[in-house]
């Protein structure tokens, strides 16, 4: 559902009515950061940060980005440090800290269920961002984009808490690369062990599943199998790529998952992707699965991290049939494709995007990369072309690459303002199938519905 959107409320809201609340753990960092630099409004971050284990390191954060009042509009965000190879102590603080503060307020006050969900290509995070997560005690830890078979050992280790290391791909390389992460060295004064969080492998295929569960080493608690159609990132077509007529990737009958071998691993499994009925619930619970994951009627209720304005557009669009999401192949730096929401204003458009400078700030969806004096780089084909063809990358694949990192920050109102004026656009998105919407928005004259109410709508008590 992107950077922040299901954020805290969200996941909280869902967790007290009884379901699995999850949060986006991609960008804590930079997230607190900005909203403390905001003036913390409400104090939640604050409020988290003084839960935190270690006290210096929340004080330190607070000294650093709190601006009572908040910044002054227009104002730069102050940066915090780019995810690399090489260690940083402040950078797994803040790693550590945003994903703490994140899970800690979606668990405060009830006591329902919450995970969090990380993507395996921004591998230099997770251990921090993990070990973050569990001193708040989450429940569940998801990773998809990518083949997820380090996680299982990554958590055994952290719940001792012991150091721990997760393999990084590094393009042009053939040696083993890794990011280490010592708890014991960040957090001494921890206190207790953090609990063990249950991990569930984001798949598409059950060809996936199988090879996950095929060792302890590798074997998740359960699985969310995922179609084409379901929000964000999605695996591209098996095969040679192929686009429909719209330019859109064609996905045939290999890329659907069989049911029935996921089902036979003995492990609990839910399906995501145009699950937003009472009915599909039925379906998948009938072929086996334990339930199902929602990702776009909640990413548009009214807990949602969204910016109101954004959300209210969507679901305007959706009342009257005209919302429209692209599964685009090239937006997404990752070379995943990527599901864009059209609505004005945005990257969506091709002259928004044309508008937009080219660079590369962030660097959440960096890719390492082998030097050729034998050290490592960082590229990300939404920087300026010039610079990636001069770290080795091909001009072509810079084609229509969109920077997520500043433009989901964009959506719930934590974008980049410039010193030159320049804001950074949103870019928005949703599951690719919203004919659930229009039917289910009719009993909301409004517009404006909760959490609650898509739990109950699933459940068939509406």
Known sequence: MGVGVSGWRLA???AMVGQLGVVSGVAQDALMARRLQLGDPGGHVRRALAEFPDQEVAERIVRKFFVPGGIA????FRPVPRLGLRPNRWRDELTAAGNFVEVWLAKEGHDGLVGVNYLEKIQLATPAAVFGAMLAGVDYVLMGAGIPSEIPALLDALAVPAKAELSVTVAGSDDRHIVAFDPALLLASAGNPPRRPRFLA????DVLALYLNRSPITRPDGFVVEAPSAGGHSAPPRGRLRLDDTGEPVYGPRDRAD???????GLPFW???GQATPEALADARAAGAAGIQVGTAFALCRESGMTPELRRRLLSDAADGTLEVRNDPYASPTGFPFKVAKAPGTLSEEEVYAERPRLCDLGYLRTPYLKADGGVGYRC????????????GSAADTTGRRCLCNALTADVGLGQHRRDGYVEPPLLTLGQDVSFLKGFLDGFPSGEYGAADVVRHLLGAR
């Open 271 to 273: 399906l995501a992707g």
């Open 259 to 265: 049911l029935a071998k996921v089902a036979a691993l």
């Open 202 to 205: 984001i798949v598409s295929s």
């Open 73 to 76: 509009s227009g104002t730069p």
């Open 381 to 392: 084909p939404a920087e300026p072309v010039d610079d990636y063809v001069r770290k080795g």
């Open 12 to 14: 909280r809201a869902v």
